[in-house]
């Protein structure tokens, strides 16, 4: 037992681990030799006389197939398949050939190998008298080949088969022995095996409770004092017997032992400093209270600045946005005045080509003049040119058309101007009047021509009236032609107005996107003053919030000092 005190506990469960191995390795062996034993006993069992009966048992399976195989070759007169059970007979003697093989790789003993010799022997005879079977049955003598089976071959047929049947009945019989003989041997193992393992588990057990005594004791004194001092008493001394152990309890008992003394001059300098703590923490109090409260103004100030910072940031954002909405209506503008500008150069060219038809206009009707002048001389030739001046009316008619259509686009294209288009709908629509008046004429003209078709009689007097009128439509005319020209001038007037206002609005749009987009900066700006005032402020009030953190630290760290100050009296020293 001392000498069993001064080892190491781990030496201790070594010693407790060497002797359970040993056991084990006992038990274990004395298990893995009678297995191994049986095992070799199975493979021999399975080897020598379960494969051997198998193979005797097919073999006799392949016999009583030849067997009828011969017979349907005696019976049957279709050469094809004499020719099938021919080969199948083949097939069978070959397989039974290599279970013979088989067979003769086992362990055989004296006895089955002269066995073996007579089956050999009748084999040889049986396939002897049945290849002569085969033969007068290939030539379909039935008869003579039926009688030569019963008299020759079916002798030898019955010994083949009692022989086969012998040497299975005795590999059975052998097999049956040595699986009496693994029963008997699986008792005396179990009761071998059931012995050690009770020797080895008492030894195991005895050794464990010496050994686990060893330990327990120690730890029971050591356990006791540490009781002891979780109580607060660090007066009593370690027990001198666990201090003389040499192992690691003895050196546990040593090290309760400087504990116990360490403690017992921490707990004297603890009461020391529990009374400067307490001193120390009523002035640490009474300064982060100042702290807090001027953190609390700084904190005051800064969120009225953050205040402000929002409200700024708030009218910049609605001001830029007024400032967006206000591009956003230039740009509108600007291609309205764009899309003006083209619409002057139409009219302007329309107004041109109007110019251009009614000087067209003029010049017929000036030849309508020369023609009526002259009309009295050749009134025998007028039927001949009433088609010419008919076709010239009709030009007229069409030119006039144009022009009432060319008025009304210009009229639509005033009216879609609004107020600065005003003074050129007056103009368009005197145009319309006067292109409904042009037309009116060619009409009428085209009338005085069928009258002049109808009423040869009256033609001089129908020329006068046509020459007033050729002149009212020279009048006309004319009159359209000025309005042409006016309307072409107030035209180019108009599209060098809207060229110059087109030019100003695309430069108020850059203004007005200048603006838009220093007034977003500004914005952007103020946002994050404003969020770095917040953060300012955050900061500050995590001061703020830190110092009465600290305020009340220091007050429950008071508490502390008066409450260590008390507990410090429980502890014996």
Do not use: W
Not at 4 to 11: A, G, R
Not at 99 to 106: A, P, V
Not at 275 to 290: N, R, W
């Amino acid at each position: 037992m001392l000498k069993l005190n001064n080892v190491s506990i781990v030496y201790k469960l070594f010693i407790l681990l060497v002797i359970s191995i040993v056991g084990v390795g006992i038990v274990g062996y004395t298990g893995y030799s009678h297995l191994l034993k049986t095992n070799q006993d199975m493979n021999a069992m399975y080897q020598d006389r379960l494969i051997a009966v198998k193979l005797i048992n097919e073999n006799i399976g392949h016999f009583r197939f030849i067997q009828a195989f011969v017979f349907e070759a005696m019976v049957t007169v279709d050469g094809a398949r004499k020719e099938a059970v021919v080969k199948a007979i083949d097939l069978r003697d070959e397989m039974f050939n290599k279970n013979i093989i088989e067979y003769e790789k086992n362990n055989l003993n004296a006895k089955e190998i002269e066995q073996l010799k007579e089956m050999k022997i009748a084999m040889e005879k049986y396939r002897d008298g049945r290849k002569r079977i085969m033969n007068l049955a290939m030539e379909n003598k039935s008869a003579e080949a039926y009688k030569e089976y019963v008299t020759n071959v079916l002798p030898y047929s019955n010994i083949f088969i009692d022989l086969l049947k012998k040497i299975a009945e005795d590999n059975t019989k052998a097999a049956d022995e040595l699986n009496k003989q693994n029963g008997e041997a699986f008792i005396r193992a179990k009761n071998l095996i059931g012995g050690s393992f009770i020797g080895v588990l008492s030894i195991m057990g005895l050794v464990s409770f010496y050994i686990g005594r060893n330990i327990t004791n120690p730890m029971k004194i050591g356990t006791s004092h540490l009781c002891e001092m979780a109580k607060g008493n660090f007066s009593i001394d370690v027990p001198k017997k666990l201090l003389e152990n040499k192992d690691e309890f003895g050196i546990m008992g040593q090290a309760f032992h400087m504990l116990n003394h360490n403690m017992r001059m921490l707990v004297q300098k603890i009461g020391h400093s529990a009374e400067k703590l307490a001193a120390a923490s009523e002035q640490l109090t009474a300064s982060a209270e100042q702290s807090a409260d001027a953190s609390n103004q700084v904190a005051a100030s800064v969120t009225d600045i953050t205040f402000g910072t929002e409200r700024q940031a708030s009218a910049l954002k609605e001001t830029t946005g007024v400032m967006e909405e206000m591009s956003r209506q230039i740009q509108i503008v600007a291609d309205n005045t764009e899309q003006t500008v083209v619409l002057s150069e139409k009219t302007a060219v329309a107004s041109k080509n109007g110019t251009y038809s009614v000087s067209v206009a003029l010049e017929q009707m000036r030849n309508i003049e020369r023609t009526v002048n002259t009309s009295a001389e050749v009134v025998t030739k007028l039927g001949e040119r009433s088609s010419e001046i008919g076709q010239i009316v009709g030009t007229i008619s069409t030119i006039a058309g144009q022009t009432n259509l060319l008025a009304l686009n210009a009229a639509i294209e005033a009216a879609r101007a609004g107020e600065t288009g005003r003074g050129f709908a007056v103009v368009a629509e005197e145009v319309r009047k006067l292109a409904e008046q042009s037309q009116e004429a060619a009409e009428q003209i085209s009338t005085l021509i069928h009258g002049i078709r109808r009423e040869t009689d009256s033609a001089v007097t129908a020329m006068m009236a046509g020459t007033r009128e050729v002149v009212s439509g020279m009048v006309a005319v004319n009159g359209a032609t000025t309005a042409f020209s006016d309307i072409a001038d107030l035209v180019n007037s108009v599209s060098g107005q809207v060229h110059t206002i087109s030019s100003a609005m695309k430069n108020v749009l850059e203004g007005s996107r200048h603006v838009n987009l220093v007034m977003k900066n500004a914005a952007d700006i103020t946002t994050t003053t404003s969020m770095e005032v917040q953060n300012v402020s955050a900061a500050t009030q995590e001061q703020s919030t830190a110092a009465a953190e600290i305020a009340s630290s220091s007050r429950e760290l008071a508490k502390l000092a008066e409450e260590l100050q008390i507990t410090m009296h429980q502890f014996k020293v």
